[in-house]
């Protein structure tokens, strides 16, 4: 057997792929270690962006040094990236011996371990038929799924996207809508639980879509891991706002484990800009589904996502999704500036804005939100939340970092011993991007 080094670029699904193959490794005898130590390195890229596609491309550069000097280490490219530039790899680096798209992550150990005995060869696996899931035994309860955090984890439930917005890549590298069979999906999580994971966060590119090829829904697949023994916690993202029923909403509200948090992707603040886009609802149609949410779960934290300086993007449009956040007040928004994908219709839509200006009303839109942000933070100080101490805080020695229901980070003096519970936190300071609190004895 071999040593492996894993890095994962991009998304929450890319870290649960990229677990399960350091899963299936290790319990075939396989060592994780450090990049400098490492045989074969699995680099799993995402595409989303250009910026993110450019960072992964760049970091392929620099293992020149190193093959030159002594032939090592050999790279397998997997995720998005390798799906839309796989090819190319291969042909421009002489070390990315292997690649591989997400749909096929189920490939992967024994792709790896052939590449392994055979150095020298060239594995492209991109046309081959899709295998995403390992068949791991999760009733057994032999199998440890390696993961980043003890205490919280990610379970795909869906893969894929149906959806075709027109700025989106999804759709062509990971392919069509997919549910995954509900009894899997329960049994990963027991597993999770059994293995003291308290809080899991359920995956998908459009989570609220789930069951809509196998005639289930969404709703009732998170009653149903809400009800797990042993759950403490459950989220799941990402919703996309015309699947997200009142149905859900009633389940955020009745199951205490279901946390009141959501990402409710907007995109823009402006029906013509969703028109173009390809997003099936208007800005009224959203601020419906806001109230809808909000009388229902009055607590609930919510961000969003979206997008500035989309072709054709107007003054008057970008107007309205500065006053959208002025309307919706979101705890927090991940903003973007447009960025061209290849292959995708919006790509070649009239009335490209120029770079300078997607920037400047990125920052136009992000010195709003901070602002906002700010306020509703500030507003929490003395206010008493459970939060999950997940971590340490990157803060130093003595302070941990956990998360409250709405998903706002805290950071708060702690020890090793208090990790993994739950605890009571009083927040004292507010800034943005996290709050700082005490724990109530
Ligand atoms: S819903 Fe739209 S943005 Fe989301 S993955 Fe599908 S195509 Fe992309």
Same mark, same amino acid.
């Given at each position: 057997m071999g040593r492996f080094c894993v890095k994962v670029y991009g998304c929450q699904m890319n870290v649960y792929d990229s677990d399960r193959v350091r899963t299936v490794l290790a319990s075939r005898g396989w060592e994780e270690v450090g990049e400098s130590d490492a045989d074969i390195v699995?680099?799993?890229?995402?595409?989303?962006?250009?910026?993110?596609?450019?960072? =992964?491309?760049?970091?392929?550069?620099? /293992?020149? +040094?190193?093959?030159?000097? $002594? &032939?090592?280490? !050999?790279i397998a490219l997997t995720g998005c990236i390798a799906q839309r530039l796989g090819e190319k790899a291969l042909a421009r680096f002489p070390y990315v011996r292997l690649v591989a798209g997400p749909r096929h992550i189920g490939l992967l150990p024994d792709a790896i371990e052939q590449l392994a005995s055979h150095p020298s060869s060239r594995i492209n !696996?991109?046309?081959?038929?899709?295998?995403?899931? /390992?068949?791991?035994?999760?009733?057994?309860?032999?199998v440890t799924i390696l993961r980043g955090n003890k205490y919280k984890a990610y379970v795909t439930i869906a893969h894929g996207c149906d959806n075709f917005c027109t700025y989106c890549i999804v759709p062509y590298v990971r392919g069509r809508f997919v549910s995954r069979g509900p009894q899997e999906v329960l049994d990963e999580c027991r597993m999770l639980i059994a293995d003291g994971v308290q809080e899991i966060t359920?995956? +998908?590119? $459009?989570?609220?879509? /789930?069951g809509k090829d196998i005639g289930l829904n969404f709703a009732g697949l998170l009653r149903s891991v809400a009800r797990l023994d042993g759950i403490r916690r459950v989220r799941f993202v990402t919703s996309l706002p015309q699947d997200f029923t009142p149905e859900i909403a009633d389940v955020m509200a009745e199951e205490a484990a279901v946390c009141p948090s959501l990402n409710l992707p907007i995109q823009s603040g402006s029906t013509r800009i969703l028109g173009l886009m390809n997003r099936k609802y208007t800005r009224e149609e959203y601020f419906d589904k806001v109230r809808m949410l909000r009388e229902k779960v009055p607590d609930v934290g919510l961000t969003t996502d979206l997008i500035v300086g989309f072709p054709g993007e107007t003054d008057e449009d970008f107007a309205d999704s500065m006053s959208a956040l002025r309307e =919706?007040?979101?705890?927090?928004? &991940?903003?973007?500036? /447009?960025? #061209?994908? #290849?292959?995708?219709?919006?790509?070649?839509?009239?009335?490209?804005?120029p770079a300078a200006l997607r920037l400047e009303r990125l920052n136009t839109l992000n010195a709003l939100q901070d602002s906002i942000t700010l306020g509703i933070n500030q507003a929490l100080t003395g206010q008493v939340f459970e939060v999950l101490a997940d971590d340490f805080a990157p803060k130093g020695e003595g302070f941990l970092q956990g998360r409250t229901p709405q998903d706002k980070v805290v950071i708060f003096e702690g020890g090793r011993k208090m990790l993994g519970e739950f605890v009571k936190v009083r927040i004292t300071r507010a800034e943005a991007w996290c709050l700082h609190g005490e724990v109530v004895r």
């Open positions: 699995m680099i799993t890229g995402c595409s989303v962006r250009a910026k993110a596609e450019q960072k =992964v491309w760049s970091e392929l550069g620099l /293992y020149e +040094g190193s093959w030159q000097k $002594n &032939h090592r280490p !050999l !696996l991109l046309d081959t038929d899709p295998k995403e899931f /390992y068949g791991l035994d999760f009733d057994g309860g032999d359920l995956l +998908g590119q $459009n989570v609220n879509s /789930y =919706v007040k979101f705890d927090l928004v &991940h903003s973007a500036a /447009y960025s #061209e994908r #290849e292959g995708t219709p919006a790509a070649v839509m009239p009335g490209a804005l």
